[in-house]
């Protein structure tokens, strides 16, 4: 419908400029937009106030001209108004809103789906944790996030790829591999005085504990040094199993595991330094190679190499995103934690001087998550060190309660997650009210079938019948969700379709409530039946998206 629309006010635009004798010229901010207030209309423009800028002349009265010329060319519109300054109101004509209906029952699992992605490759790079202990509550929101984010771009015609950068070499690696070490001679009976800055979690009790089971004591009489890199590959192949195991657990699942170790063993660092000093951003300073990434407006420069020719992270960093260019994604995507900050312009400088428009990476930040149990702040007990496990929120709550409480909010804004909320069964839980609708209109076709009532094809409905405030309030928003998925993949913010799909299901129970589906008027009950299909697909539809399941009973 907004296409539509758009079409239609993009002609009256050119009909205005032809009359008054001005070249054609695009609208620069030019919007077309649902307003909050239903009395607005159906849509709302500001097309005439961005116009009145440049031409100089009162923007009502440009609205006036424009929605005289719309409303005598657009029948499918009740009525055109012009409102304060000079915004323009739409109302879009009942029946207009009817033809959701035959479109969801023609396209099924398919409605919404868009072809703006033009087949594009993009590369969603997400959780990304470091092999060094287990997921925490802050990784579950950023894996429901870039999962979520790589379903919804599919949705919008694009070729996805969801990729796990694995941080498998450097300090922290030879760190886990000590603590883990230590931890094997310690259970074995020495005393040991275990470092601060080592990883302290119990699960690296656990891991040095099944080397004993499997080695003994053999690494007792062996030095050190041939100890480490072994303890490190245990412990490393250890957690990243249960990396992946809990993310599987979650309904996430990555195409490919990229590892660092991989970008040295095949040159891409030494090749990305090349390229960084024939374009004349590398220089040497205090025994260091530097980047010069206030060239490109970061606060320093950043070093890449260090004075005993040991790379940096954001050497590595650097590298891999000369991967991903070569591999021809035409947008890259990073989800970060916000501690990431101040990393985003030293990363999109690097970018440009690799030679690459920085606007091909988009970098998204996921704040924390503040768990709560009855709206007061809780500390779960854990063995896994200073921090609450995903594993521990996935088994309290269950995944589909987790992906979609992780999307009620934008990923920038600070998320309170109350377990008590999440495993209650009333509305004031986000997941279980848009479960609930979905599980209610199952219990209707359920009733139906037991009453021997036979639903009649969409296209033998009279959808004319639905007339009633409910009613129409429900195909509105059925017809608004292609709409949604467009906005939702353009904004690259999933946590819009978990904001249309409590809005679909407070409609659907508000009717529910007002109106009786199952009755003797045949027509107008077949009518209601066709609608609550309606629904029941998009919420279908859309919680596939989020990854959430859609239960046909509660």
């Known amino acids: 419908m907004r296409k539509k629309l758009q079409l239609v006010v993009l002609n009256s635009i050119k009909a205005f400029f032809d009359r008054q004798g001005i070249e054609y010229k695009d609208i620069p901010g030019f919007q077309l937009e649902r307003p909050k207030t239903e009395a607005h209309g159906d849509y709302s423009s500001n097309v005439a106030l961005v116009m009145a800028g440049f031409l100089k002349k009162s923007p009502h009265g440009i609205a006036q001209i424009l929605s005289e010329e719309i409303a005598k060319s657009a029948d499918f519109l009740s009525k055109v108004e012009v409102a304060g300054p000079g915004f323009i109101n739409f109302f879009v004509k009942d029946s207009c809103w009817r033809e959701a209906l035959a479109e969801i029952d023609r396209e099924r699992k398919n409605y919404g789906r868009s072809k703006i992605g033009q087949g594009r490759k993009v590369q ?3 959780v990304s944790a470091n092999p060094t202990g287990p997921l925490h509550i802050g990784h579950g929101r950023g894996a429901a996030m870039g999962d979520s984010l790589a379903n919804l771009l599919d949705a919008a015609g694009f070729q996805v790829a969801r990729e796990y950068y694995i941080n498998d070499i450097g300090t922290q690696m030879e760190t886990l591999g000590a603590s883990t070490y230590l931890r094997y001679r310690e259970l074995l009976g020495e005393k040991i005085e275990f470092p601060a800055n080592y990883y302290q979690g119990d699960y690296i009790k656990d891991i040095a504990q099944a080397i004993i089971e499997r080695e003994g004591q053999r690494f007792l009489n062996e ?3 041939p100890a480490i890199p072994y303890f490190t590959r245990e412990a490393q192949q250890v ?4 990396i992946k195991r809990d993310l599987t657990d979650f309904n996430v699942l990555h195409d490919h595991w990229f590892s660092e170790k991989s970008l040295f063993d095949t040159g891409t660092v030494d090749r990305a330094i090349d390229i960084l000093r ?12 530097w980047f010069k990434a206030t ?4 606060e320093k420069d950043r070093v890449v190499v260090r004075g005993k020719g040991a ?3 954001f050497a590595s960093d650097i590298a891999y995103h000369l991967n991903k260019f070569e591999r021809g994604f ?3 995507i990073d989800i970060w934690g916000a501690d990431h900050h101040g990393y985003v312009p030293r990363l999109k400088a690097a970018v440009e001087a690799l030679g690459q428009p920085k606007e091909k990476v988009h970098i998204i930040l996921v704040q924390l998550v503040n768990l709560m149990r009855g709206g007061s702040p809780v500390a779960m007990s854990t063995r896994a060190g200073e921090f609450v496990t995903l594993r521990e929120v996935i088994d309290e709550v269950g995944k589909d309660a987790a992906r979609f409480i992780f999307l009620t909010r934008r990923s920038n804004s600070h998320l309170d997650f109350d377990l008590d909320l999440a495993k209650s069964q009333s509305q004031e839980n986000p997941v279980y009210y848009v479960q609930y609708a979905h599980a209610r209109i199952s219990s209707v076709f359920e009733m139906a079938a037991e009453k021997g009532i036979e639903v009649w ?14 009613e129409l309030r429900l195909l509105k928003i059925l017809s608004f969700y292609p709409e949604v998925i467009e906005d939702s993949a353009t904004t690259l913010e999933p946590h819009r379709i978990a904001f249309y799909l409590g809005d679909l299901a407070a409609a659907l129970h508000n009717f529910y409530n007002k109106h009786r589906i199952i009755s003797d008027a045949g027509p107008l009950m077949q009518a209601r039946l066709a609608i609550i299909q309606g629904v029941q697909q998009v919420l279908k539809n859309g919680l596939k998206i989020l990854g959430v399941s859609a239960p046909d009973k509660m």
Request: glycine share 8%; charged share 25%; hydrophobic share 40%.
């Open 278 to 289: 024939e374009r004349g951003f590398l220089y040497e300073a205090e025994g260091a190679l």
């Open 223 to 225: 030095s050190t040094e």
């Open 239 to 242: 957690i990243l199993e249960g």
């Open 457 to 470: 094809p969409v296209a033998k409905v009279d959808s004319s019948l639905l007339t009633a405030p409910e």
């Open 330 to 332: 035409d947008l890259i």
């Open 295 to 298: 060239a490109f407006g970061d």
């Open 311 to 313: 790379t940096t992270y």
């Open 124 to 126: 969603v790079e997400f």
